[in-house]
């Protein structure tokens, strides 16, 4: 889930159903000009200091507003309704790709009746207080459901165990350690324009093995460039952009528009669904030819997308 746009204008004549216009002022993050955040990303970026600890400093954070109520239980129940819907029987497994801190939702994902649930990421940005697993319950007690009990547990881990989760840290090859075809619901939530862009195909390879024949995926991708809700970095050169200064920064988007993103999904096996696209009231900028991006993707900023093996 992602979310809401900011109100803009009425559709137009030719988009799709579901599409939505984005307001002025889209994802372009804090006040300041996009040289200036660009300039400090990089430094940051640079400077010898884990991840970790760039965030308990408030910066560089994923997973924003992750207790807010509605990226709690509202966001996993849907997707498993939409799963029950497809499929016609509950969804028993789940993988979450990248899902940074929001690992806090698993006593909801137990409470759902979900279970095994993995949780594949690159690095380990799950909480490591239990506060935020225990509000995560509680959220799940008073919608309704029955959360594992955290009474006796010490741990994050101790509460992954308890929730029926294990998290897999690392690239695609972690997926090995998962059964071929027995994840029934495979989500992500803005982490796919963050693979690099000769990774994209084999980490869909490495999810549709795993994927159940009935299976189901769930992606939410933005296209913008994470600095101030535009496509200012589409003009950067591809050695500097796929370079490591970029890719210390956090900055790094692999610039794949749509129609690539669904062409990935092609080769990797999967059929695909766009249930939904965000689009700006004019392109802010033209791709260069070298990217292969088709035109319409410059108008593009965000898109969810369903995927079953094909």
Known sequence: MHAPPIAGEALREGQHPGDWIAGRGYAAGAPLPWWVKLGVKLVVGSLPVPPRAWRAMGLRRHSFRALHPDRLVEPVATRAGRFATLAGRPARTMLEIGPGAMV?????????????????DVEDDAPRDLAPYRQAAEAARLAGLCPPDLSGCATAADVLAACGARALIGGPEQLDAIAPGSVDLTVSEVVLEHVRRDAMVPLLRAL???????????????????????????????????????ARSGLYCNRLGLSQILGAFGQAGFATTVTGRGLWPQPPARAPARLGRAPMDDRICHAAIEARPA
């Open 104 to 120: 806090l939702r698993a006593p909801i994902a137990a409470a759902l009746g979900l279970g095994p649930i993995w949780y594949l």
């Open 208 to 246: 549709r093995r795993v994927t159940a024949p009935d299976g189901l995926a769930m992606h939410v991708v933005d296209f913008h460039d994470h600095l101030g809700g535009r496509l200012r970095h589409l003009s950067f050169p591809d050695g500097f952009w796929e370079g490591p200064a970029v």
